[in-house]
T-cell receptor
Framework: DAKTTQPNSMESNEEEPVHLPCNHS???????IHWYRQLPSQGPEYVIH???SNVNNRMASLAIAEDRKSSTLILHRATLRDAAVYYC???????????FGSGTRLSIRP | EADIYQTPRYLVIGTGKKITLECSQT?????MYWYQQDPGMELHLIHY???????EKGDLSSESTVSRIRTEHFPLTLESARPSHTSQYLC????????????FGPGTRLTVT
């Protein structure tokens, strides 16, 4: 399975944008880039996913590099409720299972 | 809103007892999963199922067993609980043919004394 590399932790200020990076230099052509997040004391929740083009939804935006070897999850205006562990995962379309790594622990300063 | 349920939410039990953690989903998903997570640590996949009568072991060895007799139900059983089984157990499901959107239940926090 192709692997991803994320910073262990990041801090940001409330109401400011947050850019969470992910490197995936061994990504294959059929791998989708997925982001999940896990709020304290909860199970993970799906955030967004993409293949080649940038994607937007109500939670976040996903910017994918042209060579697909890296991507960035963008929270446009962080709130205290966005403090969580964010996981970047590669998944091919018929994949049987999702393996979570250690993710990035995001802290938000009031 | 995810329609995936786990019971009990919290369980404190003595060593040697047999326990079953329940997981049900009403979304008709064929794939279901059990993850184990200690506080502040990574999620580890312990079991998964592609559909009825199909179960596989995950990446982390576990003394638990699972069954999948009905699409919506994926219980996890520990025949003889030990203190080392103390952890949070998270159930999840998703549909085949979609590249993601795995839904998680609220989890069962198990303490074995």
């Amino acid at each position: 399975d192709a692997k991803t590399t994320q910073p262990n932790s990041m801090e940001s200020n409330e109401e400011e944008p947050v850019h969470l990076p992910c490197n995936h230099s061994t990504i294959s052509g059929t791998d989708y880039i997925h982001w999940y997040r896990q709020l304290p004391s909860q199970g993970p929740e799906y955030v967004i996913h993409g293949l080649t083009s940038n994607v937007n939804n109500r939670m976040a935006s996903l910017a994918i590099a042209e060579d697909r070897k890296s991507s960035t999850l963008i929270l446009h205006r962080a709130t205290l409720r966005d403090a969580a562990v964010y996981y970047c995962i590669l998944l091919y379309s018929s994949a049987s299972k999702i393996i979570f790594g250690s993710g990035t622990r995001l802290s938000i300063r009031p | 809103e995810a329609d995936i349920y786990q019971t009990p939410r919290y369980l404190v039990i003595g060593t040697g007892k047999k326990i079953t953690l329940e997981c049900s989903q009403t979304m008709g998903h064929d794939k279901m999963y059990w993850y184990q997570q200690d506080p502040g640590m990574e999620l580890h996949l312990i079991h998964y199922s592609y559909g009825v009568n199909s179960t596989e072991k995950g990446d982390l060895s576990s003394e638990s067993t699972v069954s999948r007799i009905r699409t919506e139900h994926f219980p996890l059983t520990l025949e003889s609980a030990r203190p080392s089984h103390t952890s949070q157990y998270l159930c999840a499901s998703r549909n085949s043919g979609r590249a993601g959107e795995q839904y998680f239940g609220p989890g069962t926090r198990l303490t074995v004394t």
